[in-house]
């Protein structure tokens, strides 16, 4: 939901960057839609339109700017202000649900019917869920026009179209020019992007400030499988989507995070963006995050010291979900070590390197075959068998019944649900009340024991409880590089 007239109009006048993303600006003289912090002549306030999403200002009958380029903005986290069935959806928009079904088929996934799930969307997002997936593949596609030299064939299939012609007239349609027009029209600012090696592109994808990335870096870089992921300066990771092979890095531009990728399936691309944003939390809004926090006298402290810390996503869930068996009761070491076992036995062999093993490999997992309890070991191999049942599924749209059934297996607890719900759904209000780094944390600076005790507390934090649970982990790595 948009916030007041008048704070909207203070950061429409102001163009200011935290806003960026989280609404648009609808100038009804020029039927173009803008970002808060578009650089042109700033239009009359009479002749201004606000929207809470790109899509609300398409529905609107406005078309994109080419200045300012919305689709370039930083996103919204899918569920702020929205309900719990149009959060869900959006999840399910995202990972492609739309590109490949209908409406009617999201709204059985989600339990409601068609018309319940458009009124939703219309009361929330100003948007149907039909017109929402278009502007996301079209955002999508027009900044593959602008930022690489992708053929457009590969563009329309890179962004989710089942036919070049379904592409250039959804394009033509907004943009009132043709792809390779518009391309040509930018040929300056193509040309002027950096040459890329054979098979490779180069995406930034925007953030808001401020954005602690070596923050990122420490935590996977202590916890990066061996064989499949590497950290230094940049982040590097390879993987296999779509029955193709590839690699990706990442480094830190100051306001963006550059994505190089080479390899992979063109049907992917989309895919592979939205896993690398939910790894690098993009779509974060720092200036909420703080403001929360900041209410807590103690939790202030810490967000003075360390501003801008980002939850670190999963690019892999399943592979994350089995670290976080793997790392039930043991040290991060001996977690990683254990892990790179794994890709070593089970992994498989991709002429861009080692990927993590699948649901399938893993249920064929010996238990004896690792150096770790067995019980450890058959959990792993239950969750991968309830995989490949269809019994859990770590993409399904409800948090509540993901959790459920992951504490339905045999050897997985509370904490371990929890952290795969902080880690592959990316779930900001993920408390990790029983991690044993947190209760000595709280119980240091808020002289509390209990877990009823840590929880009254932590109620204070909501919707950022896995932010505060980020910062109570990052002050307990500071006492320890102190003593």
């Given at each position: ?7 909207l ?8 960057p935290?806003?960026?993303?989280r ?19 700033m ?36 569920w702020q202000g ?17 590109d ?14 068609s ?11 100003g ?16 900044r ?18 089942g ?18 027009e ?48 590497a ?9 296999l ?31 592979i ?47 994350t ?14 977690a990683?070590?254990?892990m ?58 409800d ?17 371990t ?32 024991t ?17 932010y505060?649970?980020?910062y109570l ?11």
């Amino acid at each position: 939901m948009l916030p007041a007239g008048d704070v909207l109009e203070q950061a429409r006048k102001a163009r200011d960057p935290r806003f960026d993303g989280r609404f648009f600006i609808g100038v009804r003289t020029t039927g173009i839609y803008c970002r808060p912090v578009c650089p042109v002549k700033m239009p009359r306030a009479e002749n201004v339109t606000f929207f809470a999403s790109a899509a609300a200002a398409t529905e609107a009958g406005y078309r994109p700017c080419l200045r300012c380029r919305p689709e370039s903005s930083p996103g919204t986290p899918a569920w702020q202000g929205t309900s719990t069935t149009v959060r869900r959806a959006l999840r399910l928009i995202d990972e492609g649900a739309l590109d490949r079904g209908s409406v009617a088929g999201l709204s059985d996934r989600l339990g409601v019917t068609s018309r319940h799930l458009n009124r939703l969307f219309t009361t929330h997002l100003g948007a149907s869920p039909k017109t929402v997936a278009q502007t996301r593949r079209l955002h999508f596609a027009k900044r593959l026009i602008d930022e690489t030299r992708l053929p457009m064939t590969e563009i329309a299939l890179s962004a989710g179209y089942g036919s070049i012609r379904r592409f250039n007239d959804h394009f033509r349609q907004t943009y009132q020019r043709s792809p390779s027009e518009l391309r040509t029209e930018r040929r300056t600012a193509v040309a002027s992007v950096a040459a890329t090696a054979a098979e490779s592109l180069v995406l930034r994808l925007s953030y808001r400030a401020p954005c602690d990335f070596p923050a990122l870096l420490d935590f996977y870089r202590v916890r990066a499988t061996p064989g499949v992921e590497a950290v230094g300066e940049t982040y590097r990771r390879n993987f296999l989507l779509d029955g193709e092979s590839g690699r990706f890095e990442v480094t830190d531009t100051g306001d963006a995070i550059s994505c190089r990728i080479e390899g992979g399936s063109p049907r992917a691309l989309m895919d592979i963006v939205r896993r690398v944003r939910g790894m690098f939390d993009t779509d974060a809004v720092p200036a909420e995050v703080h403001t929360a926090l900041g209410r807590d006298p103690v939790m202030a402290g810490l967000v003075a010291s360390d501003p801008g810390l980002r939850l670190p996503g999963a690019f892999e869930p399943f592979e994350t979900a089995v670290r976080a068996i793997v790392g039930q009761q043991v040290s991060v070491k001996g977690a990683t070590t254990v892990m790179g076992r794994i890709v070593e036995r089970y992994g498989r062999q991709t002429r861009h390197g080692a990927v993590f093993p699948g649901s399938a490999e893993l249920a064929e997992l010996a238990p004896d075959s690792l150096p770790m309890p067995g019980k450890r070991a058959m959990a792993i191999k239950a969750l991968a068998m309830g995989i490949q049942r269809g019994d859990v599924s770590l993409d399904q749209p409800d948090d509540d019944a993901l959790r459920r059934s992951l504490l339905a297996i045999p050897g997985i607890g509370p904490w371990t649900a929890d952290y795969i719900a902080l880690r592959v759904r990316a779930d900001p209000d993920a408390f990790l009340v029983g991690d044993l780094v947190i209760r000595r944390m709280m119980e240091t600076l808020y002289g509390v024991t209990s877990e009823k005790d840590m929880l009254a507390i932590a109620e204070h934090w909501q919707p950022w409880r896995g932010y505060a649970g980020l910062y109570l982990w990052r002050h307990a790595a500071r006492l320890t590089e102190s003593s």
